[in-house]
């Protein structure tokens, strides 16, 4: 089981990132949260599986359609005892 935060920036609020998020996240079974912050970035734990948690970061660096990343930044951390996948916000 391993936990990572990750921030995702550029054109990704208004492109229904948070929903596709969350479905892959729920469809990997991972569990965690993603949100929009203030300053335009998606943020977001992933926790989970090693092999999961890596493929939706790796989802995070593309986005779905229609969303423009610039960056992501990813930050190891111990897994919380999160359950379940949901949008925060």
Known sequence: ???RRVVVRGRVQGVF???ATRRK???HGLAGWVRNNADGSVEA???GEPDAVEEIVRFCHQGPRGAEVDSVEVTEQE???SEGFRVIG
Do not use: L, T, V
Request: no cysteine.
């Open 45 to 47: 734990y992933f926790e």
């Open 25 to 27: 996240a729920q469809s």
């Open 79 to 81: 897994p919380e005892g």
């Open 17 to 19: 990132f948070r929903d």
């Open 1 to 3: 089981m391993i936990g």
